[in-house]
């Protein structure tokens, strides 16, 4: 029953592969290394909600793309996410050993509906995907671990979505809370939150103003 509920939300993420336009097409990059597009998508098998996620190559790899928001799990062994995604990330067309991305995402674990959580970084490898790859999906699991891999119909047995990555998967990274990048964001909502105080304090000082000016007429 939780294999059937992981197919129907992977063929959902199967038919929005196509409207990354065919830019799935690929693009020729400057070294000859030919990249293809698709979906980005996730997976999360944590009781928190992943509020957004991004990925980016190393040593110029040309991997990236950002993800979608993801509700906490459905339980232990039953995800949420893989249906909507996002379009486009970019990926070499033919996989190579050594592809490895920088995955950063927000988790909220206090769910309090008013935080969003901190900001956390791994750095994963991609493992081998065949010729028929489409979307490329972020596993988030507990203790704060995630593994990426590319949606290839799991051609050589490395990219199963319907099963949970076991404790002792080579590809799962565990993350660890990026404090620069959470600082900043703490620091931007801050400013937008005391800019808004700003706003409304405005308002309500024009607001008496022509109330008084209203009584004096």
Not at 178 to 199: F, G, H, P, S
Request: neutral net charge.
């Amino acid at each position: 029953m939780k294999t059937q509920s992981i197919r129907a939300l992977l063929l959902i993420s199967l038919a929005l592969l196509a409207s990354c336009d065919d830019r799935a097409a690929m693009a020729a990059r400057d070294d000859g290394d030919p990249m293809q597009y698709g979906e980005v998508s996730g997976l999360n098998y944590t009781p928190y909600y992943i509020h957004t996620f991004n990925l980016k190559g190393l040593d110029d790899n040309g991997i990236k793309g950002g993800g979608p928001n993801i509700q906490p799990a459905r339980s232990d062994d039953l995800p949420s996410g893989g249906g909507g995604g996002k379009c486009c990330a970019s990926f070499p067309k033919k996989w190579r050993p050594g592809l490895k991305v920088v995955v950063r995402w927000i988790a909220d674990k206090k769910l309090d509906g008013v935080t969003y959580g901190s900001w956390y970084k791994a750095k994963a490898e991609v493992p081998e995907y065949g010729p028929r790859a489409g979307a490329l999906f972020a596993i988030f699991l507990p203790g704060d671990r995630v593994k990426l891999m590319v949606q290839d119909g799991n051609a050589n047995g490395h990219n199963s979505l319907e099963v949970k990555p076991t404790d002792d998967d080579p590809y799962v990274a565990t993350g660890t809370v990026d404090e620069e990048l959470t600082r900043q964001d703490e620091e931007r909502r801050e400013k937008q939150r005391q800019m808004k105080i700003a706003r409304e304090a405005e308002l309500a000082r024009e607001a008496e103003l022509r109330k008084q000016e209203e009584t004096n007429q």
